[in-house]
Every structure is written in C-alpha cells, then in structure tokens.
C-alpha cells in the first residue's frame, strides 16, 4: 500500500458520514426550500417536486407568526446571553476567591449543567405548577396574593423558559470564565496592588480586558446553541400559550411536523443556516483552537 | 488588626455567597429527588410522607405502553452504539488531521467544525425524508444514523485535539525502530491517547443519551422511545403523578451527572475544542 493514500483512507469514514448526515442535507434543505414540497399530500397532478422559486419563502414570511417567531428568538438569545454572561462572571469571580472546599463547590454548581435538558425543564414544570414549590413559597413570602400560572400565560411563560435556560447554563460560562481568570498571571494584580490600585480598579483595567476573548468565545457559542434551542421550550410550553414562547425552531418543527409543509418548513430552516453559519466562522474567527 | 477583621469579613461574606450560590444550584435536583421519594404522587410545597414506591413502579411499570424499563433499555442501546462507532471512526480521522498535512484537510476541518453548529431542525427535514425513503423512520437505527451528525464532528474535533498534545518524537522513534505507521499509532498513540479517547467517548454518550428533537420527529412507537421522550410522553399521560415522573428524571440523569464527574477535568477543553452542548 502506498503510504501516501494513508492519510485519506484514515478519514474516509468519518468524512463520507460527515458528507452524508451533514452536507448533503445542507444541499438537500436548500433544494427543498425552493420546491413544492409535503409530507403526506402528493400534488393532485401528479409525483415530484416541482420547482416554485421563491414561493415558500414568500409564504413563510408573510405569516404573522414567523416574524413574532422571529422577534421571540431575538429576546429569547439576548436575554439568555445576557442572564448566562453576567451571572456566569459573577460566579467565576466568586470560586476564583481562594477558600476551603472551593473544589467541591465548583462540582457542585456545575449540576444544572450536568443535568439532561428533559429532567430538568420536566422538574420545572411541576415546580413553576399552582401548587408548585415556586407559587407556594412566594405565597407563603407575602411576595405574590394568588398562585400564577407561569407557563399558562403569555406574560410570564417566556421569561419563566428563560429563567430556567440562563439557569441551566451558568455554570457554563462560569467553567469558561474560571479558566480564562487562571490565565490571568498574579503579578499582574501585585503589581497593580503595589501601586496603589483599589480593587475595583483591578477588576476593571486588568481583569475584565483579559477576560475579553473568553468572553467573545462564550458568547457566540452560546448566541448558536440558543437560536438552536429546542427541547427545553419544547417541553416546558411547546411554544405556547398562545404562541408566546414560539422560537423560530420550534415554529419550523410545527411547520413541517404538523403542518406537513416541509416546503416552508426548509426556506424557514434555510435563514438559519445562514445565521448559523454567520456565527460559526465569527467563532472561528475568534478563537484559536483552529491551529 | 484592622487588617484582620477586614480579612475575616470578607471571608465570612464569600462563605455566605457561596453558600447561598451552591444551595441555589443544587436545589432543583435536590427538589427533583425529594419529590421522587414522595409517598403521594401529587402534593403541594413539599412530600409529606417519604418511601421508595415512586421507584417500584416505574421499574416495575404496570402500563405496557408507557414501560420505562423499556425506554431506558432503547437509551442504553442507542446511545452505546453511537458512541463507539463515533469514536472508532474519529479516532482515524482525528489522528490523520492531527499528524498529516495533505491535500483539502483544511477545508475538511473547516467542514467538520463549523459542521457542529449548524442547526439540528434544519438538518432534519431531510435526515427525516432521507430516512423515510429508507423505511428507517421510528426505527432504531435511522435514530442512530441522525446522531452521527454531530458525533462523528463531535469526536473527530475533541481527538484531534488530544492527539495533537502527544509529541510526534515517540511515533518517529518507534518507526526508527522498525514498526509500521499503522503499527506506532496502535502501539505507541493509543494509550497514549486512551484517556483522550475515553473522555471524548464519554462526551458522545452524554450528548447522545440527552437528544430530544431528533428522537421526538423519528420515534413515533412509543415501546420504541428514547428515556427522554418516554419521560414527556409519561407526564402528558400522568400529569399529576409527579413522584414517579421526578423518579424517571433522577434515573435520567444519573448518568449524566455521574459521567460529568469523571469529565470534569476535560471540561474546559470539550467546551471550547468541541462544543459540547448543555
């Protein structure tokens, strides 16, 4: 065999998987978006996929409810982001501090984490429920006069999903804080120290600028996996009430599951893409784990 | 003196964050396994009387259709076969991409990484059709399929990583010494590598064993379903039943809970190197 072939065959596995699961429905959604194109009802003349151009974008974005999809998106990944980034800086600063059972503090507040979405969005249910933990000790507080539906009404049913998302996602941003905080040198804060610098002036001329590039990482990583979040919200509302928790995802699932309009359903998943793809080489670009 | 008491205040303050921090973090999985030991299946604040027959029944599942038993078996299959075909294969690609420059391996890792962030509900209209057409909708197998979407980038990713931290002089010495390249990289490379390997194994599994979406749109039988989907079908059907409910969310997430112990020291590099979902 001549080792000059070794390399390819080595990853021709991988890569024709990676072609096959990957690319090729890439190409495929793109196709698809320009057809005519439904699950169950083949068209009255015949088989096929005609082409329609742009028909199916036309229709996906001429209803209502795929700009109020779009408008929930936008709230729902700021507000994550928002919520997971502070929160997360805040957590990082606090287990950075040196004190006994750092270690098994940060084990332990990695749990929500660590915990599969299902469990954890199903626990919430019942736990934001009218008889819930949540209503009955706000109840019990004096902070609240009747038990609220969180999830059963529109007004609270999307930063309840929220609350519960940025919760879960936290400690993430605190593990990708913590290590960019211990690359930070000590010499940098004696130094600092020596001349007289308080501490907020540290944290803000030494500690938050270094922190820059973790934190430009940890946003775009996170800004994808929320416009890609489906199973939380899915199990939490099924974007309900009244579509008050509808994101662009789960209205494209809705389109093409229930609707059948497959079609559609791929000029909606086709903007994604585009959107995906603008993140992921802003993320390359970011970091330098590419070489 | 002053220094002293300014010292021990501060102290007292980052205990009392922590404390309130790490009880706020725990709390929902400590709520989940107080209610999963609840006497009563429904109860308002907190379980008034505490047993294990939450536990009993789910394991014992006396609805057929609904059997957790069963779902946890589907998990458990599923998952295991993804991760260690996954992890074969990308152990080739990632040591290839880690120790070869040839023609188009940029443009490939390139693929492979941006790959990881595209959209699941896009890929799955037609991962869905491609499986329809195959007669592999709501069958286990299609299911695996779709998961090599993102464990083959996944691993590939995380792999090439490790391999890149092991020093190229072992292999060319092993070489010198008359073993094959094939040979170096089994004799040498993989042990070298197996915790790498081992840690990237477990990502997978994680990442597989939490899918939703992909199990939602394929599996339709509910004797066929995933542990996840198997636990929102048994809330839909038993919504005020929620010891056994928090029990089947504990058994859920045993095992990821117990693997993230163990990936902890590889958290940050699976983080960054292979973005691991949460």
Partial sequence: MNPRWLPYILILPAVTIVAGTLLLPCLNVVIMSVTEWYLFAQRAGGEGHPFVGLANYGAAFKSALTWKALHITVVFVVACVLVEVVGGLGAALLLNEEFRGRGVARTLTLIPFAMPVVPWALAWVVMLYYDGIVNQVLLRLGLIHGTVAWLGQSTTALPAVIFARAFKLVPFVQVMFLAGLSAIPDELYEAATVDGASAWRRFRNITLPLLKPVSLVTTLILAVWHINDFAIVWVMTQGGPSNATELIVINAYKVAFEAFRFGESSAIGVVLLVFSLLFGVLYLKSTKAFE | MIETIVRRRKAILIYATVILYVGVSVFPLAWMALASFSQDPYFPLLPKAYSAAAYREVLASPDPSLSFPAWYGNSVKVTFSVT???????????????????????????????????????????????????????????????????????????????????????????????????????????????????????????????????????????AKFTIGLGLLAYQQEYFFQWNTLMAGGVLMSIPALALYLFLQRYLVTGLTRGSVKG
């Fill in chain 2, 84 to 222: 260690l075909l996954a992890t074969a294969l990308s152990a080739f690609a990632g040591y290839s991409f880690s120790r070869f420059r040839f023609y188009a391996r940029q443009s490939l890792m390139y693929v492979i990484l941006v790959g990881q962030m595209l959209p699941g509900v896009v890929l799955l209209l037609p991962l869905y059709v491609y499986l329809k057409d195959l007669r592999l909708l709501d069958t286990h197998l299609g299911l695996g399929i779709v998961y090599m979407t993102f464990a083959i980038p996944l691993c590939t990713w995380l792999l090439k990583g490790f391999f890149d931290t092991i020093p190229t002089d072992l292999e060319e010495a092993a070489m010198v010494d008359g073993c094959s390249r094939v040979g170096a990289m089994a004799r040498v490379v993989l042990p070298l590598a197996a915790p790498g390997i081992a840690a990237t194994a477990l990502f997978a599994f994680i990442t597989a064993w939490n899918d939703f979406m992909f199990a939602l749109a394929i599996l339709s039988t509910p």
